[in-house]
T-cell receptor, first 114, second 113 residues
Framework: KQEVTQIPAALSVPEGENLVLNCSFT??????LQWFRQDPGKGLTSLLL?????REQTSGRLNASLDKSSGRSTLYIAASQPGDSATYLC?????????????FGKGITLSVRP | SAVISQKPSRDICQRGTSLTIQCQVD?????MFWYRQQPGQSLTLIAT?????????ESGFVIDKFPISRPNLTFSTLTVSNMSPEDSSIYLC??????????FGDGTRLSIL
């Protein structure tokens, strides 16, 4: 059974700091990995999707890497801002087509202090 | 990306009652997914809903408790039946998958008294 772990559960950093959020998964037979952001009282916003054949994806100040063989992904946030405060979840897709099931971690709640 | 609207956004219900959650997408999609997010827990897939066929339920979820309808390619409903306090959660629908990102609605926050 695929398990996704995100440690620590919470993180507080000062504004301007570069930071790395970690995600690990137990079964390397994934189709892709996705990072999401969840703001309080809101749904999930897709940030980055990395296919299993890719090593990294970038969007603005965000960079996500994937090491499938070791079961790890990182989300790098450059020059953090208070607006980055949210819960960040990673999820892996373990099937394709008719059953594209996402398995989620519990998320990391990030607080960026002004 | 698809725009997903969920109704209601939140509700407070009495135990033993049922609530139907609606999910509307602004484009036609083959698969729609229903997730549950219990307090302090990760999201868990309840079922996958394909238009024109029975929903596929994940282990631990049954049709009698969570009946799903999928009448067309832009709409789905999830009913939470005979609710108990343990059903207090956020329920989210999503679309996408495969080699495309999954996109989520804002969720329905459900509290059972």
């Amino acid at each position: 059974k695929q398990e996704v772990t995100q440690i620590p559960a919470a993180l507080s950093v000062p504004e301007g700091e570069n930071l790395v959020l970690n995600c690990s998964f137990t079964d390397s037979a994934i189709y892709n990995l996705q990072w999401f952001r969840q703001d309080p009282g809101k749904g999930l916003t897709s940030l980055l999707l990395i296919q299993s054949s890719q090593r990294e994806q970038t969007s603005g100040r965000l960079n996500a890497s994937l090491d499938k063989s070791s079961g790890r992904s990182t989300l790098y946030i450059a020059a953090s801002q208070p607006g980055d405060s949210a819960t960040y979840l990673c999820a892996v897709t373990i099937n394709t087509g008719a059953n594209s099931k996402l398995t989620f971690g519990k998320g990391i709640t990030l607080s960026v202090r002004p | 990306s698809a725009v997903i609207s969920q109704k209601p956004s939140r509700d407070i219900c009495q135990r033993g009652t049922s609530l139907t959650i609606q999910c509307q997408v602004d484009s036609q999609v083959t698969m729609m997914f229903w997730y549950r997010q219990q307090p302090g827990q990760s999201l868990t897939l309840i079922a996958t809903a394909n238009q024109g066929s029975e929903a596929t339920y994940e282990s631990g979820f049954v049709i009698d408790k969570f009946p799903i309808s999928r009448p067309n390619l832009t709409f789905s409903t999830l009913t939470v039946s005979n609710m108990s306090p343990e059903d207090s959660s956020i329920y989210l629908c999503s679309v996408g998958g495969g080699n495309q990102p999954q996109h989520f609605g804002d969720g329905t926050r459900l509290s059972i008294l």
